[in-house]
């Protein structure tokens, strides 16, 4: 273990043929809506380099993005490394780093160090904690792997989960070059939270011996330096250090940020003996990229790099996939190229929550040398993976490319570099380039140069050759005239081997987006599916909402003029806007707003279901249109008749329960003191549907007033077991305000409103599900959602005042008890600090007798307050001027409801 690190996770980036990625420069509008934040969150990070195939030694910082401790956290971590020819040149299996739960007994840790996974079981609020871990040692032809760490807590009852893949790559050091190398960029990804984190990885490349010395770290704007090395600090050659960065959210588009890193050569091994030399005589630079990806809603997959692997030593493979996006991610079916198989094992299932990992395992069917690639679609959106696997004694090809994504103007063009290794022991030759648009995309890639190569001696070979430890680069630029994001361009680089001429395929994957100058929009739809077809139930009461997201494609600001909703206005309108008007005028590129259209209620008695087309008009405005242009998006509905849960009727009871229906003329009445009363509520299936199910019941209601007893509401008790037609069921709500309302600091007197919202009930029939909210029947009085209800609620006042001069000055308290009728009788104890200030013993009203409490400095006073409007009178005259006079309140209200006014009073005696 001779590396010595500092670091955070993780990196998307392409490095060799086995790092495919989506675009992560400018991710494409999503048809999945944006999730909540989220509570545990991994650093992200670059390629880790693993040196001469030693393992690397470092860190990972898990933090804690609430304002609350999370604990019982458990780690998991998994490689896809393998072990290949054992020293004695015979094969030996492949073997699977297989997933083992940090700390328990019984499992042996392949990544993460159990000790401080056991000291991270727990982390504050807002805190972050510290993960070591250790890389496989890599050999040149394994050449790269990649690790996968799953963080499983539990967040307020429900269950979480944080994951992230760490790409790693083997570095053999070339004395021959100087300087701290970056491997690939990192990327800040926010999850749906404000703040990002990730790591710069590097290297120190070098003669043996050479010592650097830091002159300073500097990083871009919108970046900060979170474990800043001092200048003067010394690095050997060899050495793998970690540069920790944070950045602030949201940011309206990608960017990409530069993190400077200047030093210079501060010694040199001469003959075994460290020799000074001359400070920034030989200052050297480097810049290690940062891609900051902003909030955009929905999913985003990367893929993490797989083993070059010899197909004489096994045939398995593993992928891992991690969403980095902010939404849950539908997969759809994975296709495995040619040479390709699935294998045994899938964790991945149908979705892949934001900020989660999955792996997918898969079978080289192939018997000669090749490389093909797995492909895993999500919405309009896939991973392109390239595997590349070899035989014994033919060359084994890296690839890289330099950006590892692209973005650029529609009819502009944009280049990127690939460069060839060599890490085999066989020469590759003939070498022919060719890149290629994946099916969906629009680009034309073009080669700009011929290949050029180098031998590991630097000396060009003659031809297109690649030697073993040798290297070739190519330039490919890009155009499209068309505006989209999400594709990719595979470059396929071929040549021949051995005495035989046997042929050598290698290829890698750059995404591309292309953008407008020209005011554009996209309109997709985010709920309640994500598709076009809209359902709500048609009992005359559920409504289904379906979210629209408007997106700026373009690269100027676009002004959203107006939203319009078209169909039948008896159940088709425009919910809400937050497009048009001047709330997001003008709507900066490459971001997004909403809008929400309602379909519903609609009373379908029949036993079909009507169908039909709603639409919506979105007008904009911007650079390169005259006038407005606009987006004419459809939508197919359904709405149903076969669901109709109707509530029935309301009654209420208690002790006691006086006149009223719970209409807002009638409410039902209640007194503060009152304990037992409940309304409940009586549903009944009066479809033609004898399956109808409730699945779920949302309560709104704040438990400060209303609480559903889930014990005594048949309702809850018959969730996913169907209602028969005509038959009911029921939900009991208790009255519990009296023994939550005792409000210090004030509160309100008399008669206090305290509404009862009914519930939202989830419902399936056939298939299919829906939601909607209970209506108050109209023979109560008037549909709605709300029941009436209000409480008699006592007050109690309490007021000090000062009055008088000098001798004659008075310190006078008042607590008064209104609006207590039914309340028993209750006491406060008033409490006056600074005895000596007073002369003579209280003189009080309704008060009982005075005492003093241990300390000797405190009067207290028991008054008693009757059921009706009372109240106490506690005065004292003073004999000292300009001192502070405090007194304060603690009732006893035997566990009745109360508003209480003023727990606190201090106040000067004047001279």
């Given at each position: 273990?001779?590396?010595l690190?500092?670091?955070?996770?993780?990196?998307a980036?392409?490095?060799?043929?086995?790092?495919?990625?989506v675009?992560?420069?400018?991710?494409?509008?999503?048809?999945?809506?944006?999730?909540?934040?989220?509570?545990?969150?991994?650093?992200s990070?670059?390629?880790?380099?693993?040196i001469?195939?030693?393992?690397?030694?470092?860190?990972?910082?898990?933090?804690?993005?609430?304002?609350?401790?999370?604990?019982?956290?458990?780690?998991?971590?998994?490689?896809?490394?393998?072990?290949?020819?054992?020293?004695?040149?015979?094969?030996?299996k492949?073997?699977?780093?297989?997933?083992?739960m940090?700390?328990l007994?019984?499992?042996?840790?392949?990544?993460?160090?159990?000790?401080?996974?056991?000291l991270?079981?727990q982390?504050?609020?807002?805190?972050?904690?510290?993960?070591?871990?250790s890389?496989?040692?890599?050999?040149?032809?394994?050449f790269?792997?990649?690790?996968?760490?799953?963080?499983?807590y539990?967040?307020k009852?429900?269950?979480?989960?944080?994951s992230?893949?760490?790409?790693m790559?083997?570095?053999?050091?070339?004395?021959?070059?100087?300087g701290?190398?970056?491997?690939?960029?990192s990327?800040?990804?926010y999850y749906?939270?404000?703040?990002?984190y990730?790591?710069?990885?590097?290297?120190?490349?070098?003669?043996?011996?050479?010592i650097?010395?830091?002159d300073?770290?500097?990083?871009?704007?919108?970046?900060?330096?979170?474990n800043q090395?001092?200048?003067g600090?010394?690095?050997?050659?060899?050495?793998?250090?970690?540069?920790?960065?944070?950045?602030?959210?949201?940011?309206s588009?990608?960017s990409?940020?530069?993190?400077?890193?200047?030093y210079?050569l501060?010694?040199?091994?001469?003959?075994?003996?460290?020799r000074?030399?001359?400070l920034?005589?030989n200052?050297?630079?480097?810049?290690?990229?940062?891609?900051?990806?902003?909030?955009?809603?929905?999913?985003?997959l990367?893929?993490?790099f797989i083993?070059?692997t010899?197909?004489?030593v096994t045939t398995?493979?593993?992928?891992?996939?991690?969403?980095?996006?902010?939404?849950?991610?539908?997969?759809?079916?994975?296709?495995?190229?040619?040479?390709?198989?699935?294998?045994?094992?899938?964790?991945?299932?149908?979705s892949?929550?934001?900020n989660?990992s999955?792996?997918?395992?898969?079978n080289?069917?192939?018997?000669?040398?090749?490389?093909?690639?797995?492909?895993?679609?999500?919405?309009?959106?896939?991973?392109?993976?390239p595997?590349?696997?070899?035989?014994?004694?033919g060359?084994?090809?890296?690839?890289?490319?330099n950006?590892t994504?692209?973005?650029?103007?529609?009819?502009?063009?944009?280049?990127?570099?690939?460069?060839l290794?060599?890490?085999?022991?066989?020469?590759?030759?003939?070498l022919?380039?060719?890149?290629?648009?994946?099916?969906?995309?629009?680009?034309?890639?073009t080669?700009?140069?011929?290949?050029?190569?180098?031998?590991?001696?630097?000396?060009?070979p003659?031809?297109?050759?690649?030697?073993?430890s040798?290297?070739?680069?190519?330039?490919?630029?890009?155009?499209?005239?068309?505006v989209e994001?999400?594709?990719?361009?595979?470059?396929?680089?071929s040549?021949?081997?051995?005495?035989n001429s046997?042929?050598?395929?290698a290829?890698?994957?750059?995404p591309?987006?292309?953008?407008?100058?020209?005011?554009?929009?996209?309109?997709?739809?985010?709920?309640?599916?994500?598709?076009?077809?809209?359902?709500?139930?048609?009992?005359?009461?559920?409504?289904?909402?379906?979210?629209?997201?408007v997106?700026?494609?373009?690269?100027?600001?676009?002004?959203?003029?107006s939203?319009?909703?078209?169909?039948?206005?008896?159940y088709?309108?425009?919910e809400?806007?937050?497009?048009?008007g001047?709330?997001?005028?003008?709507?900066?590129?490459?971001?997004s707003?909403t809008?929400?259209?309602?379909?519903?209620?609609?009373?379908?008695?029949?036993?079909?279901?009507?169908?039909?087309?709603?639409?919506?008009?979105?007008?904009?405005?911007?650079?390169?249109i005259?006038?407005e242009?606009?987006?004419?998006?459809?939508?197919n509905?359904?709405?149903?008749?076969?669901?109709?849960l109707?509530?029935?009727?309301?009654?209420?009871?208690g002790?006691?329960?006086?006149?009223?229906?719970?209409?807002?003329?009638?409410?039902?009445?209640?007194?503060?003191?009152?304990?037992?009363?409940?309304?409940?509520?009586?549903?009944?299936?009066?479809?033609?549907d004898?399956?109808?199910?409730?699945?779920?019941?949302?309560?709104?209601?704040?438990?400060?007033?209303?609480?559903?007893?889930?014990?005594?509401?048949?309702?809850?008790?018959?969730?996913?077991?169907?209602i028969?037609?005509g038959?009911?069921?029921?939900?009991?709500y208790d009255?519990v305000?009296?023994?939550?309302?005792i409000i210090?600091?004030?509160?309100?007197?008399?008669?206090?409103?305290?509404?009862?919202?009914t519930?939202?009930?989830?419902?399936?029939?056939?298939?299919?599900?829906?939601?909607?909210?209970?209506?108050?029947p109209?023979t109560?009085?008037?549909?709605?959602?709300?029941?009436y209800?209000?409480?008699?609620?006592?007050t109690?006042?309490?007021t000090?005042?000062?009055?008088?001069?000098?001798?004659?000055?008075?310190?006078t308290?008042?607590?008064?008890?209104?609006?207590?009728?039914?309340?028993?009788?209750?006491?406060?104890?008033?409490?006056?600090?600074n005895?000596?200030?007073?002369?003579?013993?209280p003189?009080?009203?309704?008060c009982?007798?005075?005492?003093?409490?241990p300390?000797?400095s405190?009067?207290?006073?028991?008054?008693?307050?009757?059921s009706?409007?009372?109240?106490?009178?506690?005065?004292?005259?003073n004999?000292?001027?300009?001192?502070?006079?405090?007194?304060?309140?603690?009732?006893?209200?035997?566990?009745?409801?109360?508003?209480?006014?003023?727990?606190?009073?201090?106040?000067?005696?004047?001279?």
């Amino acid at each position: 273990m001779k590396k010595l690190l500092v670091l955070s996770i993780f990196s998307a980036v392409l490095v060799s043929g086995c790092g495919g990625t989506v675009s992560i420069d400018n991710p494409a509008p999503s048809p999945y809506p944006a999730g909540v934040p989220q509570s545990i969150t991994i650093d992200s990070a670059n390629v880790i380099p693993v040196i001469n195939g030693s393992s690397t030694n470092g860190y990972i910082k898990v933090h804690n993005n609430t304002n609350y401790a999370i604990s019982n956290i458990v780690y998991e971590a998994t490689t896809n490394s393998y072990e290949g020819m054992k020293s004695d040149g015979t094969l030996q299996k492949m073997i699977f780093k297989l997933k083992s739960m940090v700390g328990l007994k019984g499992f042996s840790n392949t990544f993460l160090d159990p000790t401080s996974a056991a000291l991270c079981k727990q982390i504050p609020a807002n805190g972050v904690c510290t993960l070591k871990f250790s890389t496989p040692a890599l050999s040149s032809n394994e050449f790269q792997a990649s690790a996968q760490v799953t963080a499983n807590y539990t967040d307020k009852n429900s269950a979480g989960v944080a994951s992230q893949t760490f790409n790693m790559q083997y570095i053999q050091l070339n004395s021959g070059t100087h300087g701290i190398k970056f491997l690939g960029n990192s990327n800040l990804y926010y999850y749906g939270n404000q703040q990002a984190y990730t790591s710069l990885y590097y290297y120190v490349n070098g003669t043996p011996g050479d010592i650097y010395e830091l002159d300073s770290v500097m990083a871009s704007a919108g970046l900060k330096v979170t474990n800043q090395q001092q200048p003067g600090f010394k690095v050997a050659s060899g050495y793998v250090g970690v540069i920790n960065l944070a950045a602030n959210g949201p940011v309206s588009g990608a960017s990409q940020s530069l993190v400077n890193v200047q030093y210079s050569l501060a010694n040199t091994n001469v003959t075994n003996s460290l020799r000074n030399v001359s400070l920034k005589s030989n200052n050297l630079t480097s810049s290690g990229i940062v891609n900051i990806t902003p909030m955009v809603p929905g999913p985003m997959l990367i893929s993490g790099f797989i083993p070059l692997t010899n197909i004489n030593v096994t045939t398995q493979g593993i992928m891992y996939l991690t969403n980095v996006g902010s939404s849950v991610a539908k997969l759809g079916n994975i296709s495995y190229g040619s040479g390709l198989a699935a294998g045994s094992t899938n964790t991945c299932g149908s979705s892949l929550a934001a900020n989660s990992s999955c792996a997918v395992y898969f079978n080289i069917t192939s018997t000669s040398q090749g490389t093909s690639s797995i492909t895993v679609p999500y919405g309009n959106y896939s991973v392109v993976q390239p595997v590349s696997w070899y035989v014994a004694g033919g060359p084994i090809i890296t690839t890289s490319a330099n950006p590892t994504s692209l973005s650029f103007l529609v009819g502009n063009s944009e280049s990127y570099i690939v460069t060839l290794g060599n890490v085999g022991n066989t020469a590759l030759k003939n070498l022919i380039q060719t890149p290629t648009t994946l099916p969906g995309g629009s680009a034309v890639p073009t080669t700009l140069n011929a290949l050029s190569c180098l031998e590991s001696d630097g000396i060009t070979p003659s031809g297109n050759n690649l030697l073993p430890s040798g290297s070739c680069t190519y330039t490919i630029n890009v155009t499209d005239s068309v505006v989209e994001s999400g594709q990719n361009i595979m470059n396929t680089i071929s040549g021949i081997y051995g005495v035989n001429s046997s042929s050598y395929v290698a290829k890698i994957v750059v995404p591309y987006a292309s953008r407008s100058n020209i005011a554009s929009i996209m309109v997709t739809p985010l709920t309640p599916s994500g598709d076009n077809n809209i359902i709500v139930n048609g009992d005359g009461v559920s409504t289904t909402i379906t979210t629209m997201q408007v997106t700026n494609i373009s690269y100027v600001p676009t002004t959203i003029e107006s939203v319009t909703s078209y169909g039948d206005t008896n159940y088709i309108n425009l919910e809400s806007d937050d497009c048009s008007g001047v709330t997001l005028a003008p709507l900066p590129a490459e971001s997004s707003c909403t809008y929400s259209i309602i379909l519903g209620p609609y009373n379908n008695e029949s036993t079909t279901n009507i169908t039909g087309i709603e639409s919506s008009v979105v007008a904009f405005s911007g650079a390169g249109i005259t006038g407005e242009s606009s987006i004419t998006t459809f939508l197919n509905y359904t709405i149903t008749g076969v669901m109709k849960l109707v509530m029935t009727s309301i009654t209420a009871n208690g002790t006691p329960m006086p006149a009223g229906n719970g209409t807002v003329g009638n409410p039902f009445m209640e007194s503060g003191y009152v304990t037992g009363s409940t309304v409940t509520l009586t549903m009944e299936n009066q479809g033609i549907d004898p399956n109808l199910t409730i699945t779920g019941i949302q309560d709104t209601n704040s438990p400060m007033a209303w609480v559903l007893n889930r014990s005594s509401s048949t309702c809850v008790s018959s969730i996913g077991t169907p209602i028969a037609i005509g038959s009911t069921c029921t939900l009991v709500y208790d009255y519990v305000y009296n023994s939550n309302s005792i409000i210090t600091g004030g509160g309100t007197s008399g008669t206090t409103s305290q509404d009862i919202s009914t519930p939202i009930i989830t419902l399936t029939s056939t298939g299919a599900q829906f939601m909607g909210q209970v209506v108050v029947p109209s023979t109560v009085g008037t549909e709605g959602t709300f029941i009436y209800a209000n409480s008699n609620l006592a007050t109690l006042v309490n007021t000090a005042a000062i009055a008088g001069t000098g001798a004659n000055e008075s310190f006078t308290i008042t607590t008064t008890l209104t609006n207590a009728n039914g309340y028993s009788a209750m006491t406060e104890n008033v409490y006056v600090a600074n005895v000596q200030y007073f002369n003579g013993v209280p003189a009080t009203i309704n008060c009982g007798p005075t005492s003093v409490d241990p300390s000797g400095s405190v009067y207290i006073q028991n008054c008693t307050l009757g059921s009706s409007s009372s109240s106490a009178v506690y005065s004292v005259n003073n004999l000292y001027a300009g001192a502070t006079i405090a007194a304060w309140f603690a009732p006893n209200t035997n566990g009745q409801g109360l508003s209480i006014n003023t727990m606190y009073f201090n106040g000067l005696i004047t001279p």
